[in-house]
């Protein structure tokens, strides 16, 4: 069954560091997403993205983030200056078409900033 | 902005009784989809079960159903027969029907534990 997978697993980095979360959604899937949940607490919506530009991101998603779908198979998280209170688990997600199909997500990246 | 509220932090059930989960959310929209996902100590995120709002019909989805109560603007989920893979934090998660834009709001969620 096609699945999304994500990469690394878990990244650790430095305060200020740049990171790059990878995300390689189903292959038919057109509306791709993030989202994030810090320790103990909900899932957060960070930014959706579809012909190659994004639909609608976040208060969260500020000038540090950016997303890119390089190749037309990944889909991809850059945080530039990471900062601590960056540190979560990151989601991808995907979806094919149509509101009634699900999203379908990621096993996530922990990231940890230090 | 749509809210979604979920009053239990915690619950635990003893194997093979029924639970219910309880979820309320706040919008002014008319046209949306409501979801459950479970998310088990691998921190996978699993779709339970889904209602379209125009749909009278509670969903349900073998051991899982929902009581979807639109003028409260409740949505709760039923476990039948609770099994120990059922242990794992339940999101309630509300997504308006903004074509090809969708964005799923979830609330705080509730740690299920299934006790043997």
């Known amino acids: 069954e096609p699945e999304v997978t994500q990469t690394p697993s878990h990244q650790v980095t430095q305060m200020g560091q740049e990171v790059i979360l990878r995300c390689v959604p189903i292959?038919?899937?057109?509306?791709f997403y993030w989202y994030r949940q810090i320790l103990g607490q909900k899932v957060e919506f960070l930014v959706s993205?579809?012909?190659?530009?994004?639909?609608?991101k976040s208060e969260i998603f500020d000038d540090q983030f950016s997303v890119e779908r390089p190749d037309g198979s990944n889909f991809t998280l850059k945080i530039r200056s990471t900062k601590l209170e960056d540190s979560a688990m990151y989601f991808c997600?995907?979806?094919?078409?149509?509101?009634?199909?699900?999203?379908?997500f990621g096993p996530g990246t922990r990231l940890t900033v230090l | 902005a749509q809210t979604v509220t979920q009053s239990q932090p915690e619950m635990s059930v003893q194997e093979a009784e029924t639970v219910t989960l309880s979820c309320t959310y706040d919008?002014?929209?008319?046209?949306?989809?409501l979801f459950w996902y479970k998310q088990p100590p691998s921190r996978q995120m699993i779709l339970v079960i889904r209602?379209?709002?125009?749909?009278?019909q509670n969903a349900t989805e073998n051991r899982f159903s929902v009581n979807f109560q639109k003028a409260a603007k409740s949505f709760s989920l039923k476990i039948s027969d609770s099994q120990l893979g059922d242990t794992a934090m339940y999101f309630c998660?509300?997504?308006?029907?903004?074509?090809?834009?969708?964005?799923?709001?979830f609330g705080t969620g509730t740690r299920l534990t299934i006790i043997p």
């Open positions: 997600a995907s979806k094919f078409q149509g509101s009634y199909n699900e999203q379908f």
């Open positions: 292959s038919n899937h057109l509306y």
């Open positions: 993205f579809y012909n190659n530009e994004i639909s609608e």
């Open positions: 919008t002014s929209e008319n046209n949306y989809y």
């Open positions: 209602q379209e709002a125009y749909k009278q």
């Open positions: 998660a509300f997504m308006n029907l903004d074509f090809g834009n969708e964005k799923l709001t």
